[in-house]
Every structure is written in structure tokens, then in C-alpha cells.
T-cell receptor, first 113, second 113 residues
Framework: GAGVSQSPSNKVTEKGKDVELRCDPI?????LYWYRQSLGQGLEFLIY????????KSGLPSDRFSAERTGGSVSTLTIQRTQQEDSAVYLC???????????FGPGTRLTVT | GENVEQHPSTLSVQEGDSAVIKCTYS??????FPWYKQELGKRPQLIID?????GEKKDQRIAVTLNKTAKHFSLHITETQPEDSAVYFC????????????FGGGTRVLVKP
């Protein structure tokens, strides 16, 4: 079946602009995670959605970052007033309920100029 | 929160030799430990995982061992091949925290033909 998809694959934006990144999880996966991978770095947890529960936002680095998950499927990560340090690959992952294995999307490479 | 340390950061091996990557974690409540392989420009791919009720798991040429008392786990790749060249990440999570993954810093493995 189809894997996790993300769009756009690349995004170049000017400092101060807002951006929206989209994630479409695997069908039936109720858990959805966002991670960030800075150049040459490991992966850093940002936010987690599970079904209709309140999201775990404990990894968001600042209040410029927010995320929504509408209808329990597609998620959008929004970064307001982008800064150069926001440049990174933003990865989305999904998993079945109460199952630990997470499957990653291809990521969105964000470059803030 | 959880902290995962991974060593070495780079590893160069001759084709056919074995490669070992080690990780330590800090949260004794962590109960799930996956390993991801990431080729250049690609998404992380889950290659093997182990849960805290198991000490060792094997899948063809790869194996993972877990020592809960010492809070460390290792990835072993035998009979390495050039296609094993990639960055490998270990991670830890616990179900009670929504299975959000805390990653190690990654190991760049180069298999020389």
C-alpha cells in the first residue's frame, strides 16, 4: 500500500514568511509524529497526534511552530515568521494505534534565506 | 526526559567484516528500541527493533542486543556489503509517553569494497 507522503518535497522561503508543510499518513495509522532533522544532525521530536486526544506539543521549539490534524488523517505543520535556524528537513511518521513501529515520509526540505 | 548517546559517529569497515554500533539511554522506563537506516537524501527506514522484554533479536545479517540493567543496546551487522553504507540511527521510546522517539546522533557507516 501507499506509504507516508509529504508535500512539498522542497520549500525555499524568505526569512519572516510563514510556511505550511503537509503530511498524509498511511491509511489506518491513527498516530502521527513530526520530527526535524537539521543538516548532519539526528532527528528531533516536535509533536505527536493520537486519534482524538490532545496532541503532545512538548517538542515544539517555539510558539512560532504549530500543527493541526484534521479528520484524524492529514496533518499540517505551520511555521510562522520563519528564521534561518528553521532550515532543516521536516519528517513525518505514522504508526498503528498502540503499536510502536513508526514509518517515515520522505520529508520536506525547508530552506530559509 | 530521555537522552540517547550513540557511538561511534563514523565507522569504516572492509566489505565482509562486521560492524557494531552502540547506544546508551537514560530513561529506565523506555521499552522500545528501533534502529533506522538512512541513505543519502532518503527517508529513515526501520531495519530492526527490540522491546524491553527481549535480550536479542536477529534478522538475517543484522542483530540487536539489549542490556536493560546497563541501559545500552547495540546493532551488529555481519558480512557487510557496500549497500550497507548509510547513516544508522538508534532510538528509544516508551509506550506511556506515546512512543515518541528520542534518537541518537547517528553513525555514518562506510563499507569499502
Amino acid at each position: 500500500g501507499a506509504g507516508v507522503s509529504q508535500s512539498p518535497s522542497n520549500k525555499v522561503t524568505e526569512k519572516g514568511k510563514d510556511v505550511e508543510l503537509r503530511c498524509d499518513p498511511i491509511s489506518g495509522h491513527t498516530a502521527l509524529y513530526w520530527y526535524r532533522q537539521s543538516l548532519g544532525q539526528g532527528l528531533e521530536f516536535l509533536i505527536y497526534f493520537q486519534g482524538n486526544s490532545a496532541p503532545d506539543k512538548s517538542g515544539l521549539p517555539s510558539d512560532r511552530f504549530s500543527a493541526e490534524r484534521t479528520g484524524g488523517s492529514v496533518s499540517t505543520l505551520t511555521i510562522q515568521r520563519t528564521q534561518q535556524e528553521d532550515s532543516a528537513v521536516y519528517l513525518c511518521a505514522s504508526s498503528l494505534p498502540v503499536v510502536a513501529e513508526q514509518y517515515f515520509g520522505p520529508g520536506t526540505r525547508l530552506t530559509v534565506t | 526526559g530521555e537522552n540517547v548517546e550513540q557511538h561511534p559517529s563514523t565507522l569504516s569497515v572492509q566489505e565482509g567484516d562486521s560492524a557494531v554500533i552502540k547506544c546508551t539511554y537514560s530513561d529506565s522506563a523506555s521499552n522500545y528500541f528501533p534502529w533506522y537506516k538512512q541513505e543519502l537524501g532518503k527517508r529513515p527506514q526501520l531495519i530492526i527493533d527490540i522491546r524491553s522484554n527481549v535480550g536479542e533479536k536477529k534478522d538475517q545479517r543484522i542483530a540487536v542486543t539489549l542490556n536493560k540493567t546497563a541501559k545500552h543496546f547495540s546493532l551488529h551487522i555481519t558480512e557487510t556489503q557496500p549497500e550497507d553504507s548509510a547513516v544508522y540511527f538508534c532510538a528509544a521510546s516508551r509506550a506511556a509517553a506515546g512512543n515518541k522517539l528520542t534518537f541518537g546522533g547517528g553513525t555514518r557507516v562506510l563499507v569499502k569494497p
